[in-house]
């Protein structure tokens, strides 16, 4: 398991040290996850690959890790950060309520690439909603990121690895070069290819496509039965 460190001093902060650690995406070795689970729990930011990009991970209930979210990527603080879960329960657990829209999507594409916009429970931190009170959910089917989450017994924080602005990262080494001294350590499993999540918010009398990605707008739309 190869690893590797930065020392590099960020000109609005303290040192972090970046570290790099090999991994398989598809099979990944338990004590780099482990790894990533305890640098999550300390509070730190962590890089890991999904289905189609890196995206930064960060525990949704630590107030200090999500402001180092937001200091990472230099994002504005109005903006929210996407949930990964487990499953539909774990769901139920952070939504306010869940409509009838959400149980057709989640069972439909989920896990999969679609990040579901429902009303945030009290249990959310609202600075994790961008102060909305909206909170944005996604079930992932890949290994890292599912078995992650498994194993802190939580949702994790999921944003998109990049500085703000700038494209997003797909690449371990690319998230290191980009990134490094903005997290504490990053899980690099290659090269991800294929298209981002479809993020659809259900909140309001009709639903909308915030953005579009693997899933299309039609998709949906067959799915909620709309014509």
Wanted: net charge neutral.
């Amino acid at each position: 398991m190869l690893k590797v460190f930065s020392k590099y001093n960020l000109q609005f902060g303290p040192i972090v040290n970046t570290e790099l650690i090999a991994i398989d995406q598809e099979n990944p070795h338990e004590d780099a996850l482990l790894t990533a689970a305890a640098a999550i729990r300390r509070g730190d930011v962590v890089a890991i690959p999904t289905d189609a990009l890196y995206v930064l991970v960060a525990d949704p209930y630590n107030l200090h890790a999500i402001g180092k979210v937001f200091l990472a990527k230099g994002r504005e603080i109005h903006r929210s950060l996407p949930l990964l879960i487990t499953d539909t329960f774990m769901a139920e657990d952070l939504a306010k309520e869940l409509n009838n829209r959400f149980y057709q999507l989640s069972r439909h594409f989920w896990p999969g690439p679609l990040t579901i916009i429902v009303p945030a429970g009290e249990k959310v931190p609202l600075k994790v909603t961008g102060n909305t009170g909206r909170l944005a959910l996604r079930q992932v089917r890949t290994p890292v990121a599912r078995k992650l989450v498994e194993i802190l017994q939580q949702p994790i924080i999921a944003t998109s690895a990049n500085i703000s602005g700038q494209p997003t990262c797909r690449s371990g080494i690319e998230v290191f070069g980009t990134m490094d001294g903005r997290l504490r350590l990053v899980l690099d499993g290659g090269g991800c290819v294929g298209t981002g999540s479809t993020t659809v918010d259900i909140t309001e009398p009709y639903w909308r496509v915030i953005k579009e990605g693997a899933i299309t707008e039609k998709q949906i739309a067959d799915v909620l039965h709309v014509a």
